[in-house]
């Protein structure tokens, strides 16, 4: 039996060593947080381990949550809204917000963070915890989180509100006419309390209708313009959609679609402004809040 020469043999052990290391998987490479396009920094960052970010909460609650609130939006001593903060919208590691817990901070303003007796990975907690809550935060405008909040608006007194209604609206809507049925048309007494108030319920009334239809309430309803008739001084007459009136001209569109204008300086013009609105701009400065509750309270019942 003719030996194996040592060379042979060391090769196929370094090959046997070769097979053995690759036939074992890789780790993972760590992925990057999901980011979408135009994200802010507070929705690139990776986060912290749950149980850090849980104990940053306790740490916030102790020594940050009665100036910048529970929420980071500021609390009681003024401190600054976090959630707004350039300095803490730009961290990604801690690197901007550790340092100001650490040694404090003053505004410039006479207002001075004071510094927070943490130690490095009580800092490191804290800033996971408030990273986490950027992450967690609405785009600006947005709603907060959690489900929707419903408020319940009808708390007024129907009959009261059948006496204002009564006495105040009674000239131009009817409950038999214009208004029957009106609580049907609307999905929330929020959107009738809008439209009622805004004057743009009612489909004719006693003097054709009014004001332009509520966005959030029945569809199908023609706004009704406001008009203006102007009379010249040498007899002609003219009617249409008013467009724009101040005090050196008015401008209107004829039933046609025909633009007219007037100059009002040195002129002698007749001017008669047909508003559907009327009405309600004069109620705006004499009803109170508990006169729109109460309307409201008796309106929701014409079902």
């Given amino acids: 039996m003719r030996p194996i020469p040592r060379l042979a043999g060391a090769a196929l052990i370094v090959g046997v060593a070769a097979l053995r290391m690759t036939a074992q998987p890789a780790p993972p490479a760590p992925q990057p947080p999901q980011q979408r396009p135009g994200d802010f920094p507070s929705h690139q960052r990776a986060l912290a ?42 961290d990604q590691n801690g690197e901007l917000i550790g340092p100001v817990v650490m040694n404090g901070k003053s505004s410039g303003g006479g207002m001075a963070m004071p510094p927070v007796g943490l130690g490095a990975d009580d800092v490191k907690a804290v800033v996971a915890f408030i990273q986490a809550t950027l992450a967690k935060a609405a785009r600006q405008g947005g709603p907060p989180p959690g489900p929707p909040v419903v408020l319940n608006i009808v708390v007024g007194d129907p009959a009261a509100g059948q006496q204002f209604f009564a006495a105040n609206c009674a000239s131009c809507h009817s409950v038999t006419g214009d208004l029957q049925g ?94 559907p609105l009327a009405g309600h701009k004069k109620l705006f400065v004499k009803y109170t809040d508990k006169d729109i509750h109460d309307v409201t309270a008796y309106l929701v019942t014409l079902k």
């Avoid at 949550?65 to 600054?80: A, E, I, K, S």
């Avoid at 004057?199 to 006693?206: F, H, L, Q, T």
Wanted: with cysteine.
């Fill in 182 to 275: 009106l609580a049907a048309r609307y999905a929330e007494p929020m959107q009738l309390q809008n439209a009622w108030v805004s004057g743009s319920v009612g489909g004719g009334g006693r003097r054709g209708g009014f004001g332009p239809a509520a966005a959030e309430g029945p569809p199908g309803r023609t706004p009704k313009p406001v008009t203006v008739a102007v009379t010249t001084a040498n007899g002609q007459h003219v009617e249409g959609r008013l467009e724009r009136i101040d005090d050196f001209i008015v401008i209107l569109t004829e039933a046609d679609g025909t633009r007219r204008s007037f100059r009002r300086t040195g002129a002698s013009l007749d001017i008669q402004i047909t508003d």
């Fill in 49 to 90: 381990a749950p149980e850090v970010i849980e104990r940053g909460s306790t740490l916030y609650g102790i020594h940050c949550r009665l100036c910048h609130g529970p929420d980071l939006r500021g609390g009681d001593m003024g401190g600054v809204n976090l959630l707004r903060s350039q300095l803490v919208l730009s």
